[in-house]
Every structure is written in C-alpha cells, then in structure tokens.
C-alpha cells in the first residue's frame, strides 16, 4: 500500500520552545543562564539536542566539541522529558491533512530522529500517537535517518511498500534519506529556516497542509 512518512520535530509539530527550554536549564546548571533565544534559536533547536548545546558552548566561547556537550546531552533529555509538552503545538492543518490521507486510503507513519521513547510520550500527550500506523525513533533500530533503512523499515512496520512511499520533512537530513532510499521528499517550508528547503531541491515543497492530500496524489497516484 501506497505510504506517507512524516518527520516528526518541525515537521508535524514545532517542539523549539519545550527543546530550548530544556537546553537552557542545561546551561544554567553550567552557571552560564539561558544561552538560547526560543525566537532566534528555533532552527538550531529542531536539529537536535547535541546542536543546541554545541550553539551554547561557542557563545560561551569553548569549542564546538567540548567534552560538557556529550556529558550534559542526558541531562538536557531528562529536563525535555519532565516538560516535552509545554510549549509544543502541532503546525495549522497538519492532522486535518493526516485524516484526509488515511481517507483516502494511505498509510501514514512517522520516522523521527527524536529517541523513541519521547517521541511516545510527546505524540501521547499531543493524543495522536494512535492516529500512525508505524512510528520508529531515532533509537529503534540500530540505524538512523539519513540511513535509508531507517524509512525503509518504517514503511514496512506500517504495512506499506517502500517502493510506493514518500517522506515528508524539514531538513537536509529528511532530503538525503528519501534520496538514499530511492523515493520523494516533499518539505516544508514554514518550520523555522523553512525558505531555505529549496536549495535541497526536493520533489516537492509544501506551504501549507491543506495542500498535502492532493499532492500526494500527484506524486504517488491514488491510493
């Protein structure tokens, strides 16, 4: 069956505040206070824990590798999980475009480089977990996006065929893994740095969702 894989962080949902947040009570507990701007910093926070910490180290003036990056990253994860929800909301339309996919007979996935087990607790709380027939993080398998495997495995724990299948995402990393994987990637452009999707050249770019159900169609045919 034809699939619709979406990222999770920037893509469905815009999780910068609650990221931001946990990374600034990371370097408070350096004594260095809120590094990060949740206005400023959003693009930084939807790659990930570790790049939000390397942002913070060099405005503290230390290398972009020190060591206070990987020994506070649980840290920053523990202070994400205990407020994953505060801030988060889900992009305008975005379930709307979920619900008319599934009914038009598509299957609709998320493949996420968040760990696992948050993004259950964050999709949980947000009460769309069991709107996904599959949902595999960062942690679920022994690789990760941009490695076509980790899609691809998505795809089939949905019950869809990978060959019938297109991702939707907000960065080169959600580019490279539709390329590594031989099938389309439609992103978004109205996550933080969203004008920037262009020059990855994507299959398609998307505005808005109401746009996504027929889009789909014209790139995967109807389900």
């Known amino acids: ?21 946990a990374a600034n009570a990371c370097f408070r507990d350096m004594g260095a206070g809120d590094l990060l701007d949740p206005a400023t910093d959003a693009g930084t926070a939807l790659r990930g824990g570790r790049a939000m910490l390397r942002l913070g180290m ?5 290398p972009a590798d020190d ?4 020994q506070y990253y649980q ?9 994953i929800d505060t801030h988060t909301r889900l992009y305008d339309g975005a379930m709307a475009a979920v619900a008319e996919l599934k009914a038009r007979g598509f299957i609709v996935a998320i ?3 968040k760990p696992e087990g948050l993004a259950r607790e964050l999709l949980t ?11 595999l993080g960062a942690d679920t398998l022994p690789v990760r996006k941009p490695d076509p495997e ?35 990637s439609v992103l978004v452009t109205f996550r933080p740095a969203g004008g920037d999707m262009a020059a990855l050249k ?22």
């Open 1 to 21: 069956m034809k699939t619709v894989v979406f990222d999770l962080d920037g893509t469905l949902a815009d999780t910068s505040g609650d990221l931001i947040a």
């Open 58 to 62: 060099t405005r503290m003036g230390k």
């Open 67 to 70: 060591p206070l990056i990987d």
């Open 75 to 83: 840290a920053l994860l523990d202070h994400y999980a205990r407020d």
């Open 111 to 113: 493949c996420t480089n």
């Open 125 to 135: 709380r947000l009460g769309i977990l069991q709107e996904f027939a599959a949902m």
């Open 150 to 184: 980790h899609l691809i495995e998505t795809v089939r724990r949905a019950g869809g065929d990978p060959a019938q299948s297109l991702l939707v995402g907000d960065s080169d990393t959600d580019r490279n893994t539709s390329a590594n994987a031989g099938v389309p």
């Open 202 to 223: 994507p299959e398609a770019l998307l505005e808005r969702y109401s746009d996504l159900p027929d889009l789909v169609e014209q790139m995967l045919g109807k389900a």
